[in-house]
């Protein structure tokens, strides 16, 4: 789930580890997500692992990934 169908979910708490301040718009949800991507991780790739997957192309580094994060 990606974009607009996810505003609802993080809006109503239904993504616990996430403010909810990413329900506002599609800006407020991009930034929660690369918050969530570099602060929680793992319960990131758990539960939203295209948003995760998605992170990880588009920043070029997986921060689960001790020492070296950085992917070619």
Do not use: T, W, Y
């Amino acid at each position: 789930m990606l974009g607009e169908p996810l505003l609802p979910k993080v809006a109503d708490k239904e993504v616990p580890f996430m403010k909810s301040s990413g329900g506002k718009n599609l800006l407020e949800l991009f930034a929660v997500c690369i918050e969530a991507f570099f602060e929680r991780p793992d319960d990131l790739k758990r539960e939203l692992p295209e948003v995760f997957d998605h992170l990880v192309l588009l920043l070029r580094q997986d921060p689960r990934r001790r020492g070296n994060p950085r992917i070619r």
